[in-house]
């Protein structure tokens, strides 16, 4: 079993950035992929990140690329979202999610998901 518990969230100026970290527990942490999501009011939760368990490969949801980086340090079991250039449309509460498979990048292959944390952009 896993555990996550993200952090990081706030209230941001549009253009400025975050961190979001979440920790993790448990035996199969570091064999899992990790990623995270995000959903705002009256909107379907949607991919925003992924890392492979290895941490080689990552994927990003087109809106964000180019602005959020996600990481991994399996050693101290932490999974981070660095988000650069924020705007109004990110914000949302963002989840992180761990899975079993290679790239956890939709909902439905989600084994596990945090409490979330809100992110609010204003302008």
């Known amino acids: 079993q896993v555990q996550l518990v993200e952090s990081g969230g706030g209230l941001v100026q549009a253009g400025g950035s975050l961190r979001l970290s979440c920790a993790g527990s448990g035996r199969t942490f570091r064999r899992d992929s990790m990623g995270w999501f995000r959903q705002a009011p009256g909107k379907e939760r949607e991919f925003v990140a992924a890392i492979t368990w290895s941490g080689g490969s990552t994927f990003y949801a087109d809106s964000v690329k180019g602005r959020f980086t996600i990481s991994r340090d399996n050693a101290k079991n932490t999974v981070g979202l660095q988000m650069n250039s924020l705007k109004p449309e990110d914000t949302a509460v963002y989840y992180c999610?761990?899975?079993?498979?290679?790239?956890?990048?939709?909902?439905?292959?989600?084994?596990?998901w945090g409490q979330g944390t809100q992110v609010t952009v204003f302008s």
């Open positions: 999610a761990a899975s079993g498979v290679v790239a956890v990048t939709t909902v439905r292959v989600v084994d596990y």
